[in-house]
């Protein structure tokens, strides 16, 4: 079934209403998110009880704004923090990874680059839980061998950090590796000719070249480190990233607070899909 | 020159054997290590296998390990006859502008958390929710309905949060076949079954094998929408490990469970590329 062939009209009403209800599907959860910001209510239910702001700037008991509410805000400052070390570790790791891989032929190559797709498969709880061993291990052996406790390796910050680092910077990878595949090697190999070194050459030819999937990779990297939620869940300390504290609120029960949070984080993360898409676009 | 090019081999694969190594293959050796200790007394261990067994003989294990297992193949199932026909209309029905417009459109719920998407069929689906008021003002029903926690509402919501990682790879595989070969096709005297299914299905195999994948990864190893959208008996194999680490402090079983859940996974995407006849390399890279 293509445009080329005729169809009977019966068919292409038929399927062109599946694709609108699909679609329906698909935006309606958000929708209803987003509307019930705006309820004058308790509740993020119906009945309407009119449209009002005071859920995103509302001062007092019982209606506090995100903007008032300062668990809430302090819960986006460290997931902001973590999705920035998250991004800049994976790009970097990620970066390295891609010219590994594209730049040189070594015994292993395919088993390194099968291992460097596993993450992928392996469920986000499970890598949560090894590192959480590990980790306790190795603290433990720290503190029976030398009395030294490393915090940094108790459940907290370092240890969300790297656990979300340790599957997002095979996407990284991937981003930066397909755009690097397509690199002519010869505007390297220009730039030696013209008597730069290795190092300049890369600096100011390659790199510039992969900025905008070093960019994308970024912002992918950032997202999924700010909405992760199993890895996090199982590595989390008492600085609750923003997606942990929103679901302790939701386990004792939803306010349209909760809502206003949801649709901030809509609006911020298309803005940042925009922007990454703009910076393809160049 | 040689010397300059080991340095810069090494430079390079030291990131990844580090990211890999510390990260990946250690944690998941000392995590099935773990597995492997009994606790006899305070602060002493002996090796044995009593976690897996106990894992075998408590039966609320064994069914939510297949009870999770089944629902996540069906999970995925659902994903891919639903999304298979939108990713055929995108890639190619849809022309120019709509079709990017479509493109994006299916992409846009997934840059927010899994959190506010699980939230979202919370609000339609409880009791005080939008699709049981609407319900009740057609008339349909003359009480609050609930269409929430129970196993339904768990396959709404992993359909839901997995449906990109399914559109995405069969849109990109349909996009590069080539709309002569269907015509060439249907002159052939094909119908449209016959051309779907001995054509566009055995093109579009490394999408949707790949899809396969990703959204049985995705909700065998989900927590969020079963533990929000589920009821009290259905229990995912995920709640029970978080259980064991989080709330009971018995990281022998729970580590043992996870490396359940880790072979289960393992066993069912290496059989699906070995019966595909696809590699990792290929679907994922």
Known sequence: MIPTIPQSRLIKVTYTAYVVLFFTYLALPLTVVAVFAFNDSQFPSLPWEGFTWDWFFGEEQPKIGVFHERPILRAIGTSALVGLCVSALSVAVGTTNAFLFNRYQFRGRGLLYVLMLTPLVIPGIVLGISILVFSSTVANAAWDAVEWDITALRPGLVLVILGQFSFITTIATLVIAARLQKFDRTLEEAALNLGAGHLTAVRTITIPYLMPALIGAFVVAFLMSFENFNTTLMLVGSDAPLTIAMFDRLKEGSTPLLNAVSLLLMVGSSLLALVMIAFQRR | ?285
């Not at chain 2, 509402?153 to 070969?181: C, E, H, K, Q």
């Not at chain 2, 018995?250 to 290496?270: D, K, T």
């Open chain 2, 1 to 285: 020159m040689q010397a300059a090019q080991r340095l810069g081999f090494l430079l390079l694969v030291t990131p990844l054997l580090l990211w890999l190594g510390l990260l990946i293959i250690i944690p998941h050796v000392d995590m099935f290590l773990v597995s492997l200790r009994e606790r006899v007394g305070v602060g002493e261990y002996a090796t044995s296998l009593a976690n897996y067994r106990s894992f075998i003989d408590e039966p609320l294990y064994l069914m939510t390990f297949a009870r999770t297992a089944v629902m996540s193949v069906m999970a995925t199932a659902l994903t891919l006859l639903i999304g298979f026909p939108v990713a055929y209309y995108i890639a190619k029905m849809a022309r120019g502008r709509v079709r990017s417009a479509l493109f994006l459109l299916c992409l846009v719920p997934f840059w927010v958390s899994e959190l506010v998407r699980t939230f979202g069929w919370m609000i339609l689906l409880r009791e005080t929710g939008l699709f049981s008021s609407v319900l009740q003002w057609a008339g349909l029903a003359d009480a609050p309905v609930e269409m929430l926690y129970n196993d339904a509402a768990i396959m709404v919501g992993l359909v839901y949060t997995s449906m990109l990682f399914m559109v995405v790879p069969l849109i990109t595989t349909l996009d590069s076949l080539d709309d002569a070969v269907i015509e060439a096709g249907y002159d052939l005297g094909g119908s449209g079954p016959s051309i779907l299914r001995e054509i566009v299905i055995p093109h579009a195999m490394p999408g949707i094998v790949s899809g396969s994948i990703v959204v049985f990864m995705l909700s065998l190893g989900n927590y969020l929408t079963p533990i929000m959208l589920g009821g009290k008996d259905s229990l995912w194999f995920t709640e029970l490990i978080y259980s064991q680490f989080i709330v009971r402090f018995n990281w022998e079983l729970g580590a043992a469970f996870g490396f359940m859940l880790l072979i289960l996974s393992s066993v069912i995407v290496w059989g699906t590329l070995r019966v595909t006849g696809q590699t990792l390399e290929k679907t994922m890279g």
